[in-house]
């Protein structure tokens, strides 16, 4: 069984700019969550995908965008980047469930 | 809106020794409760978790939790620390409609030989 994978591992962006991460889901899931973990805090949630559609979002500006794709997998995007952009993010799968896997994370660097 | 409180921020334990993370939370109705593990910049790896039932939970390496209704409270436990045991612990609830996991700020675990 695969487990949730995460690219890149690391990046670093200006401000500004615009970022993409990707996130395979694990096998069987079909739900795909995103999170944001500044340094020091506990996962923030962003917003989840189900069947390529938005199905919940947490406290997140609309630059924080997504997509599911028929395979399940899912992209997080973030435009116009700022400093307090800079975090460990976090991707999550699941079926119907509460309980969720997280994957490595990639961790963003704004400067 | 719900919350999740982890009053320690930082615990040291000898090796062997006890353990006990404390965890509460704030929200209306039972919730879902997890305990998620992450080592220095890794993911979070899903230690166990209450549903429903039995308020002893069993977990994986060697952890159990004790959710208490009238406390809302949902403890960590270990009998005996190991020095890979050393980590970040982050209690989670699941609310909503989309099931989202709302965390605590974590309790940093260090183990002393």
């Known amino acids: 069984e695969t487990g949730v994978t995460q690219s890149p591992t690391h990046l670093i962006k200006t401000r500004g700019q615009q970022v993409t991460l990707r996130c395979s889901s694990q096998?069987?899931?079909?739900?795909v969550s995103w999170y944001q973990q500044a340094l020091g805090q506990g996962p923030q949630f962003i917003f989840q995908?189900?069947?390529?559609?938005?199905?919940g979002r947490g406290n997140f500006p609309p630059r924080f965008s997504g997509l599911q794709f028929p395979n399940y997998s899912s992209e997080l995007n973030v435009n116009a980047l700022e400093l307090d952009d800079s975090a460990l993010y976090l991707c999550a799968s699941s079926t119907t469930t509460y309980e969720q896997y997280f994957g490595p994370g990639t961790r963003l660097t704004v400067t | 809106a719900q919350s999740v409180t982890q009053p320690d921020i930082h615990i040291t334990v000898s090796e062997g020794a006890s353990l006990e993370l404390r965890c509460n939370y704030s929200y209306g109705a039972t919730p879902y409760l997890f305990w998620y593990v992450q080592s220095p910049g890794q993911g979070l790896q899903l230690l166990l978790k209450y549903f429903s039932g039995d308020t002893l939970v069993q977990g994986i390496k060697g952890f159990e939790a004790e959710f208490k209704r009238s406390q809302s409270s949902f403890n960590l436990r270990k009998p005996s620390v190991h020095w890979s045991d050393a980590a970040e612990y982050f209690c989670?609830?699941?609310?909503?409609?989309?099931?989202?996991?709302?965390f605590g700020s974590g309790t940093q675990l260090t183990v002393l030989p």
């Open positions: 096998s069987g899931h079909n739900t």
């Open positions: 995908y189900y069947r390529e559609e938005e199905n």
């Open positions: 989670a609830v699941g609310v909503g409609s989309a099931r989202q996991l709302t």
